[in-house]
């Protein structure tokens, strides 16, 4: 980077300096570098647009942020200029800055990260576009449409003053279906959230709501699309086209407040006077962010509410163990309907008589037979496909492929046995055990439940409805709805019955929140009921099985915290994974306990060898994570130093990058 000296003291104290994040995924440059801003770009080198900057180390022009603008330190170092203004409209806000600043300390990660998920590509036509039209005018909301909000959230006493106060709520969303005033069938959680964000816009403020999915970001949109004004209502989510999402952005920086819906990443937008940072289902995985630094949208919106004010509501038909904690520490209120509802849940076992291997109970197939006489039934399994699992006929040994080991499926009766994992076909297949060459269908996906259901039913309707058929809703004209977790369609007026199979099969996860998602993924679809209507859970028992049937799911999170907190599981405490090579894992450990000498000897598992490296999980409660994530990010910086790129000449050796991830997902426990 070529420096430029100027020998005019004058000079140097009319300079302005542009202090600029660079975009760069290097942990090394995750801090503002100073630039001298030209005359040329004296007027548009504003806080928050995108530069062009000179990166000596790397010999080239990178891409960055403006953050701010200042004065040169006492030091009058000479500094290098900037490059190019690439837009004069400001992206960047201070108060994003600061909440991307914050969530990726929080999580040992880089702002810059964080920035690249909230701030759209850059459109060019889409910009030129709304430059030209201008500022949008404030939202007004109609009289009756405040009046509907009203009633909505009386349903919970105080609610609607503890939004207004600002307050940290989490709400147990009313479990049926609502009808909206053009006909269309939403759940009723939709009409809530859709009133919480009515009233906190007539107020003169902005609503945030993220939610998993594209599908509840259609229920959501359709329960707002007649109460608040069209340009008021924003959406921001991956589905999007470019121009659109970055349209959408940009309306977000006006003055004007609006109602933002979207997936995860829809809590960074960057609304004037917000109101409200609403999250629906936040136990959803789909809330987690996959990419670096991997903050959860919760996390996420818990440091918004505490950054900029505002009301937070946390909704769901369930209450995770993370939403739960912050209850019982008094960080969020938990605020019941002033008249408990629940579905008519009945706990379905197999009867004297019957075979114990009978999918299907008699009581659950006579309330489907009853139900279908006045509208559809909903039929819950837990994977797709025909036969997910097949295992050898003769010992019963999964069947596994000769290739690569993966495990084998049937697309459907009579097909050729496919590996899940290559995609080969096992045409001569022998069992590895016994040398059979007989298969056998271990487990029934939603195409084989849909045929023997079609065949115990005859001349009614079968839909499947899962990754491969996807289904949004059905009328209400009788028919079998055969649905995976998660893909379960709307019903008009709602089901009339719902069965929900392979719940057993479900519990065996390998997972630590299986008895969460579980009760998650019952829950969410009992709430499709119609009022009244029978919700029949086969073949489960247990604690899960009880709070579903008496619908008390905070009361079996308040279990589960305090299963866990003897054996300091999450979220009892904080987990952080660090991983890389031994040496490099060895030293950043040695220094965190140097650091956080409160760390205990548990408070380290491993290192154990992990592929070609090795990993440690470090167990640390909350008041310590500043700390803690300060010091593991100095190790990761300290490390990225030591590796940077060769010398001319020279070949460059394995990448051995140490890397950490805080707030490890339960799955990569």
């Known amino acids: 980077m070529t420096a430029v000296h100027d020998d005019n003291p004058g000079a140097r104290r009319a300079r302005r300096v542009a202090r600029v994040l660079i975009d760069s995924p290097l942990p090394q440059l995750d801090r503002l570098f100073d630039y001298e801003i030209p005359a040329e770009f004296a007027a548009d080198a504003v806080p928050g647009v995108r530069v062009r900057v000179p990166l000596r180390s790397a010999g ?61 590509k850059r459109m060019v036509r889409a910009e030129k576009a709304w430059v030209a039209a201008g500022q949008p005018g404030r939202p007004d909301v109609d009289d009756a449409d405040a009046v509907w909000a009203e009633e909505v959230l009386a349903v919970y006493p105080g609610l609607a003053d503890a939004l207004e106060a600002g307050e940290r709520l989490a709400v147990d969303a009313p479990p049926h279906p609502a009808r909206l005033d053009d006909g269309r069938v939403v759940g009723s959680w939709a009409a809530l959230l859709a009133a919480a964000a009515t009233r906190v816009l007539a107020a003169g403020r902005s609503a945030v709501i993220a939610v998993p999915d594209h599908r509840d970001r259609a229920q959501l949109e359709a329960a707002l699309a007649d109460r608040v004004p069209g340009d008021a209502l924003v959406r921001d989510d991956a589905k999007q086209s470019g121009p659109a999402r970055y349209a959408a952005f940009l309306r977000t920086l006006s003055d004007a407040p609006c109602v933002v819906i979207g997936n995860r990443s829809a809590v960074y937008a960057p609304v004037s006077e917000l109101g409200l940072v609403a999250l629906w289902d936040d136990g959803d995985p789909l809330l987690g962010e996959p990419l670096s630094p991997g903050v959860h949208a919760r996390d996420a919106a818990l440091l918004r509410q505490e950054l900029d004010g505002g009301a937070l509501l946390f909704a769901g038909h369930t209450r995770t163990t993370d939403v739960e904690r912050l209850v019982a520490v008094g960080w969020v209120r938990d605020l019941p309907a002033a008249r408990r509802v629940s579905p008519r849940v009945v706990l379905s076992a197999t009867r004297e008589g019957e075979s114990r291997g009978a999918r299907v109970p008699s009581s659950a197939f006579a309330a489907a037979r009853e139900a279908l006489a006045e509208g559809p039934v909903l039929v819950q399994v837990a994977r797709p496909g025909y036969a997910p699992v097949l295992v050898c006929a003769k010992c019963r040994h999964p069947a596994r492929c000769p290739h690569c080991g993966g495990p084998l499926h049937a697309a459907r009766q009579g097909a050729v046995p496919t590996c899940s994992w290559c995609g080969r076909a096992a045409h001569a297949w022998a069992c590895s055990e016994c040398s059979s060459t007989l298969l056998r269908m271990a487990s029934s996906g939603s195409e084989r439940t849909a045929d023997e259901l079609g065949r115990a039913f005859p001349g009614t309707r079968v839909i499947v409805a899962d990754g491969d058929h996807p289904v949004t809703e059905v009328d209400g004209r009788p028919a079998l709805v055969v649905a995976t977790r998660g893909a379960e369609p709307l019903a008009a007026g709602g089901y009339r019955a719902v069965i929900l199979l392979d719940g057993d099969r479900m519990l065996m996860a390998d997972d630590l929140r299986i008895g969460e998602s579980c009760l998650r993924w019952w829950s969410n679809a009992a709430a499709l009921a119609a009022p009244g209507a029978p919700v029949h859970l086969v073949g489960v028992g247990g604690e899960v099985a009880r709070a579903f049937a008496t619908w008390t799911q905070a009361a079996y999170a308040r279990a589960e915290l305090a299963d866990r907190a003897p054996l300091r599981m999450p979220p009892t405490v904080r987990v952080a994974a660090v991983e890389g090579p031994r040496r490099a894992v060895d030293s950043a450990l040695a220094e965190l306990r140097r650091v956080v000498p409160e760390l205990d000897a548990q408070a380290v598992l491993g290192p154990v060898a992990h592929d070609d490296t090795v990993r440690a999980l470090v167990r640390f409660d909350y008041g310590l994570g500043a700390r803690v994530t300060e010091s593991l990010r100095a190790s990761v910086v300290s490390h990225a130093m030591k590796g940077r790129r060769p010398a001319k000449g020279r070949t460059p050796g394995p990448a051995n990058t140490l890397r950490v991830r805080v707030d490890v997902p339960d799955l990569d426990l």
Do not use: K
Request: hydrophobic residues 50%; negative net charge; glycine residues 6%.
């Open 60 to 120: 080239r022009v990178v891409d960055g942020l403006l953050v701010e603008v200042g004065e040169p330190d006492a030091s009058d170092r000479p500094l290098s200029q900037l490059e190019a203004v690439v837009s004069p409209v400001p992206v960047l806000t201070p108060r994003l800055y600061a909440l991307a600043r914050r969530a990726a300390d929080r999580a040992a990660g880089s702002a810059g990260d964080i920035l690249r998920l909230a701030i759209p």
